[in-house]
Every structure is written in C-alpha cells, then in structure tokens.
C-alpha cells in the first residue's frame, strides 16, 4: 500500500511517544508510522505490544546522535514527516549529567533537522517536522500570571536548557532554509507507561510498597498537569492543521502544588487499597530541595484552543483515578522497570 504519509516518531517507545503512536497508527490507518528509537532506560517496547501486527506500524532502533543512522531510516522507509519526542526527560539526571543532554536532546534534534533538509530537498511542499518541546523552556513563575508563546525562553536546569536550545535550532531551520516546521510546548503529563523516577508513577510505586514519600523542598512547587492523551490529541492536531513556523502552548489549566497532589494520591490509594485513612501520607518524607527547583509552572492554552478546536477532555481527578487504577492492575510492568537499573538510580538519588 502506498500511504499518504510516512511519519517517524521519535521517542514512540517513552510514555508520551507510546500513546502518540497508538493514536496515529489505529486512527490514521492511511499513513505508516515508523517509532525511531533508542529504546534508552526510558523507552520500552512492552508500551507498545497491542501494535506489533498493525501493517501500518514499524519499529526502528535508531540512536538520534548519528546522522548516518537516521538518514538510513529516512531512505529505508522514504520518511515523509517527523514529529520528534525522543529526548532525555527527566530534570534530576540533567543536574547528575548534562552532556547526554547535549548530546540528544540538541545533537540528535539538530541531526534530526539535517536528515529531513536533505531529504526533503527537491521540495519542502507537504512535508511537516513537529518538534515536542516543554514549557520548562520559560523558567519558573512566581505566585501569578501564565505562560504565552511570547514569553520569552528562560531556562533553568540542564534539561530546559537543552530543549530551549532545540527549539532555536527548529525555528532557525524554519526561518533560514524554510524547513517546514511546527512545535508545542507542553506542561506535565501523567498517565499510564509514565516510568517512576517522576512524581507521580514514583509515589504511586512507592505507596505501593510502602516506601518513604520523597517531597522535594516544602512541596509548595506548582505543576499544571496535563492527561498524556489530551497532549497527544494536541500534538495529532497542530501536526495536521496547525500553521508551518508557529508555536503552540498546550497545558491543562490545573495547577497543583506538589504536597497538595501527593496528598490526593495518598488519600485516593488509602482507598483503593483498603488502607486506614492516613496511613500512606505518614509516609511522606521532606528532602533536600532540587537544585534551581522552578516554582511553578502554568500554561495558558488559549492560542490552540481558539485556532485549532482543541481542549483537554478530562479532569485531573478522573484521569488520576484511572492512572493509578492502570498501575494497581500492571503490576509487572512497573516490577519489569524498576528492576536492574532503575534499583541503582533510585538508590544514587534517594538513599
Ligand atoms: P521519556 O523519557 O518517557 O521517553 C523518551 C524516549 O526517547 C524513550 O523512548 C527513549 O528511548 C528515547 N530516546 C532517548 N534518547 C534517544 C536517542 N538518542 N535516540 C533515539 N531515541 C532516544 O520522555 P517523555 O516524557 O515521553 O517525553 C517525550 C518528549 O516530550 C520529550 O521531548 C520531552 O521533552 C517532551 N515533554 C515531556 C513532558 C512530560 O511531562 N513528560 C512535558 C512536555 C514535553
Ligand atoms: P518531575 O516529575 O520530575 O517533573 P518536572 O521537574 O519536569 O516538573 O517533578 C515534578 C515536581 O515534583 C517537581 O516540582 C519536583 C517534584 N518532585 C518531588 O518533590 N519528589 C520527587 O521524588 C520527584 C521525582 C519530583
């Protein structure tokens, strides 16, 4: 069958990666997704087993630092579009070893954008290179006000700063050789296949089985946190109709302060469990702050929601339930994550 596109998905074995591409090869059944990745401690091919005999699915192991391998999976399956997501993601390695940071997330995008310039070189016309970027681009807010796409980049871990970077690469790719590019920034995500060293998998692992409830600080850090379906949705939409050269900010309108969320989940898990009330949030343990730990983050969507229809279809209770119902009910999959390396990064971090 010959597809209307031929889209790589970078990063499609990592939680937001996974639910993209299970959106786009069992929506769009006429375009052939190809998952570009790695598969670092971060990406998993068990996210993706319902898809192994979808015709419209191939899998390419493939490191974003070398050029010479993407272009082979550019010329292998004659890549029409890219929407890029691989990336290391988590802020705390990026304060224990920036370099891989560099080396991926600003090497491998820069890579990225030089295997679709020449591959793409007869004609630019219908091509789209989608890069998903974060809104820890900007910095931290103080106690008001909301992230827009003008505010301007202020990055301040190791992790935001290697995104801010990729985003100027991807902007200055569209505006000195007309690479026909699009990106969004998003705030957190939470849902299933989300691996455990982030907040939220990391204390629904840990009331689990009863282990201390690391609170970075005081807990009065906010996050706006997003269902990673509804950022897939969003990423589908402006990657199909969203205009060449623009940003779009995609968030959830629901800020939480990290104690206040922990609370919840210890309180929703007490139940679920059939545990006393208040016997998970005793616990809860204060750390050591993080590092330039931002304060809050807050995204105003309104430019997707006016241009491109989009709006987040669940309340955060709703999709909090149903997260920690899909962790509760996979048991082996958090047990097949957290064993080998993952033991010996919790212990370098929290022990
Ligand atoms: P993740 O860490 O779960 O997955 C990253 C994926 O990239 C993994 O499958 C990994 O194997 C792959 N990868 C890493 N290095 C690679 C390399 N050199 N070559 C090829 N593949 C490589 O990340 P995530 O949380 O799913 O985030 C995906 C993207 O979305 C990232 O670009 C991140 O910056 C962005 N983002 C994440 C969030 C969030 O809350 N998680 C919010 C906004 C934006
Ligand atoms: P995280 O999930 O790492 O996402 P990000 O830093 O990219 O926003 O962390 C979310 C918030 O939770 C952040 O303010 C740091 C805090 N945090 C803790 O308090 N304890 C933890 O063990 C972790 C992983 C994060």
Same mark, same amino acid.
């Given at each position: 069958?010959?597809?209307?596109?031929?889209?790589?998905?970078?990063?499609?074995?990592?939680?937001?990666?996974?639910?993209?591409?299970?959106?786009?090869?069992?929506?769009?059944?006429?375009?052939?997704?190809?998952?570009?990745?790695?598969?670092?401690?971060?990406?998993?091919?068990?996210?993706?087993?319902?898809?192994?005999?979808?015709?419209?699915?191939?899998?390419?192991?493939?490191?974003?630092?070398?050029?010479?391998?993407?272009?082979?999976?550019?010329?292998?399956?004659?890549?029409?579009?890219?929407?890029?997501?691989?990336?290391?993601?988590?802020?705390?390695?990026?304060?224990?070893?920036?370099?891989?940071?560099?080396?991926?997330? /600003?090497?491998?995008? #820069?890579?990225?954008? =030089?295997?679709?310039? !020449?591959?793409?070189? @007869?004609? $630019?016309?219908?091509? /789209?290179?989608?890069? #998903?970027?974060?809104? =820890?681009?900007?910095? !931290?807010?103080?106690? @008001?006000? $909301?992230?827009?796409?003008?505010?301007?980049?202020?990055?301040?871990?190791?992790?935001?700063? !290697?995104?801010?970077?990729?985003?100027?690469?991807?902007?200055?790719?569209?505006?000195?050789?007309?690479?026909?590019?699009?990106? !969004?920034?998003?705030?957190?995500?939470?849902?299933?296949?989300?691996?455990?060293?982030?907040?939220?998998?990391?204390?629904?692992?840990?009331?689990?089985?009863?282990?201390?409830?690391?609170?970075?600080?005081?807990?009065?850090?906010?996050?706006?946190?997003?269902?990673?379906?509804?950022?897939?949705?969003?990423?589908?939409?402006?990657?199909?109709?969203?205009?060449?050269?623009?940003?779009?900010?995609?968030?959830?309108?629901?800020?939480?302060?990290?104690?206040?969320?922990?609370?919840?989940?210890?309180?929703?898990?007490?139940?679920?469990?059939?545990?006393?009330?208040?016997?998970?949030?005793?616990?809860?343990?204060?750390?050591?702050?993080?590092?330039?730990?931002?304060?809050?983050?807050?995204?105003?969507?309104?430019?997707?929601?006016?241009?491109?229809?989009?709006?987040?279809?669940?309340?955060?209770?709703?999709?909090?339930?149903?997260?920690?119902?899909?962790?509760?009910?996979?048991?082996?999959?958090?047990?097949?994550?957290?064993?080998?390396?993952?033991?010996?990064?919790?212990?370098?971090?929290?022990?």
């Amino acid at each position: 069958m010959d597809y209307i596109k031929r889209i790589a998905i970078t990063g499609g074995a990592g939680f937001i990666g996974s639910h993209l591409v299970r959106r786009m090869v069992q929506r769009y059944p006429q375009f052939l997704v190809v998952n570009l990745d790695k598969l670092t401690y971060a990406g998993n091919l068990e996210n993706l087993s319902d898809l192994k005999d979808a015709p419209n699915y191939a899998f390419e192991k493939c490191d974003i630092q070398s050029l010479e391998a993407i272009n082979a999976v550019f010329k292998r399956h004659r890549i029409t579009d890219v929407i890029h997501l691989a990336a290391e993601s988590h802020v705390d390695r990026s304060i224990d070893g920036p370099l891989e940071f560099v080396y991926t997330n /600003v090497v491998g995008t #820069v890579n990225l954008l =030089e295997a679709a310039r !020449s591959a793409w070189a @007869d004609s $630019f016309e219908g091509h /789209v290179f989608h890069h #998903v970027s974060t809104d =820890e681009v900007y910095g !931290s807010l103080g106690t @008001d006000g $909301f992230f827009t796409e003008h505010t301007p980049y202020d990055p301040r871990s190791p992790y935001s700063a !290697s995104k801010a970077s990729s985003d100027h690469f991807v902007m200055a790719y569209f505006h000195t050789y007309g690479l026909p590019i699009k990106m !969004s920034n998003c705030s957190n995500n939470y849902g299933s296949h989300h691996f455990p060293e982030k907040l939220i998998p990391l204390m629904i692992n840990n009331i689990l089985h009863e282990k201390p409830l690391p609170v970075y600080g005081d807990g009065s850090n906010v996050r706006d946190w997003l269902w990673v379906e509804d950022h897939a949705a969003a990423i589908d939409v402006i990657f199909q109709q969203g205009k060449l050269g623009e940003s779009y900010n995609v968030g959830g309108l629901n800020e939480w302060s990290n104690l206040d969320l922990v609370h919840y989940l210890c309180d929703l898990m007490d139940r679920k469990l059939g545990k006393e009330e208040g016997s998970s949030r005793a616990l809860i343990k204060f750390v050591k702050d993080r590092a330039g730990h931002d304060h809050r983050y807050a995204i105003d969507a309104t430019k997707l929601t006016k241009d491109l229809g989009w709006k987040p279809s669940l309340r955060f209770e709703e999709g909090l339930d149903k997260t920690v119902d899909w962790y509760l009910s996979h048991p082996e999959w958090i047990e097949n994550v957290t064993s080998g390396a993952y033991k010996a990064y919790y212990e370098k971090f929290y022990e």
